[in-house]
């Protein structure tokens, strides 16, 4: 569905080359300073312009609808929304027949028996990613101690991401990555047993994200290869600070008050700029596809600031529900 969060709600709308992309956030406490210039570093981080990315740069204005009065939150459910202006959908006629490989536009079709605006991928979008970094600025204002950093480790298996970059580029081709999240400063117990682990809920919201592929808390994958006494992550004091931290900050589902540590893979856009093959409705047929349109050719590149943004969420719904319980 299009909303998460028990306590902290977070609902997003909108499409590619719709009117609008926004975010409506229930749950915010009264009393929160939140100004428009609050949201533009974390927009700015997510923009598109440098190399690998698309050439569709939108002005990304925040317009807060409600919720807000006086610059600050009034408890009442904050909008947020971003007008599209910089829309060219003739360059998406041909995906209704034609649908691309590794996109949304063939299962979208099928589902909504061709009701979906197909447009820039319509919903399914990685303009939706937008007012998501805004629900995270807002969420990161409520928890102001909590560290949150991610940064990317490597790109199309290279962590010398402009080479990556050029190779890419020269192939006419896409690329993935990966991005590490490190969050500090975490209480000990965030988390609820059975099904709302830390790493559920996290995981969950960052599966969200269009083009994630794969997670990892931790040690991750590698923690099958290790011994138990290698793996361990050894007490170094009573407020349950470790010598190593493999958990990545997660034991029994909670926080154990270590630094959180996570990995995401990012996969190679799907939209890349040459022939391809894919089915054809209107001939049945196998047909050669070129692909029109704006494309990011490495999406890694945008994530790492949307990345943290769903963390925040997911942290803030949980500190939450932690607060409930315990009073
Ligand atoms: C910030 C961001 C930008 C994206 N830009 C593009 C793009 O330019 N072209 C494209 O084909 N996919 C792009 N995507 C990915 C698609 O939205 C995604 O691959 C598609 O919706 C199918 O979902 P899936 O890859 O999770 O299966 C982007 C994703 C994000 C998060």
Known sequence: MNSFGRILRVSIYGESHGAVVGVILDGVPAGIKIVEEDFLQDILKRKPGGKGTTTRIENDVPVIKSGIFNSFSTGAP???EFINNNIRSDDYNQIVQFPRPGHSDFVAKKKF???????????????LTLPIVAAGVIAKKILP???IRSNILEVGGNNNIEEALELAIEKR???GGIIECTVSNLPIGLGEPFFDSVESVLSHLIFAIPAVKGIEFGAGFSSAKMFGSDHNDTFIDASGKTKTNHSGGISGGLSNGNDLILRIAVKPSSSIPS?????????GR??????????????????PV??????????CDLYFINELKNI
């Open 78 to 80: 904050i909008c947020i």
């Open 113 to 127: 028996n061709s009701y979906n605006d197909h447009r820039g991928g319509g919903h399914f979008s990685g303009r």
């Open 275 to 283: 022939q391809q093959e894919s089915y054809h409705f209107g001939s």
């Open 145 to 147: 101690d909590l560290k």
């Open 306 to 315: 949307v990345l943290e943004a769903v963390v925040s969420i997911g942290i």
């Open 173 to 175: 081709d896409s690329i």
């Open 286 to 303: 196998i047909e050669k596809l070129i692909i029109e349109g704006r494309h990011d050719l490495c999406i890694a590149m945008r994530v």
